[in-house]
């Protein structure tokens, strides 16, 4: 863990994180895509990322990663896949952005609560 980290909460880690992926331009992501995620309270809770234009979301802050949040895959013809990474079920396929993140919300593992400072192995 780094040393900033050590004096920083998993809110603030986690709110820095979300507000740099926010500002971040289409060459990375859609922008819709995180805006989307982050109207839902449960959500913005967890720590994102962005890999090749999809949102990955986790329950803790460091690598590995939990992969048990749904992730919204965008679709070629549109819309989006909704997976989850950790046991690759589909959770569902939505027509819209807001949908998708829609489906990852009402579908978070149980006991999900605000991402924690560390890795999966933490959780």
């Known amino acids: 863990m780094a040393s900033n980290e050590n004096s920083r909460s998993a809110a603030e880690i986690v709110a820095a994180e979300w507000s740099d992926i926010l500002s971040y331009g289409t060459d990375l992501i859609n922008p ?13 809770e967890l720590w994102p990322m962005v890999s090749h234009g999809v949102l ?19 679709q070629s013809a549109g819309g989006y896949r909704v997976r989850r990474e950790s ?4 959770i569902g396929v939505a027509d819209t ?15 999900c609560g605000p991402a924690v400072v560390g890795t999966a ?3």
């Open 32 to 44: 819709a895509v995180p805006r989307a995620a982050y109207q839902h309270p449960s959500l913005r």
């Open 97 to 111: 952005v807001e949908e998708a993140y829609e489906l990852i919300a009402n579908n978070l593992p149980d006991n």
């Open 87 to 90: 046991d690759k079920t589909l």
């Open 121 to 123: 192995d933490d959780l």
């Open 56 to 74: 990955y979301l986790s329950r803790c802050t460091q690598y590995p990663w939990s992969r048990d949040v749904g992730t919204a895959f965008p």
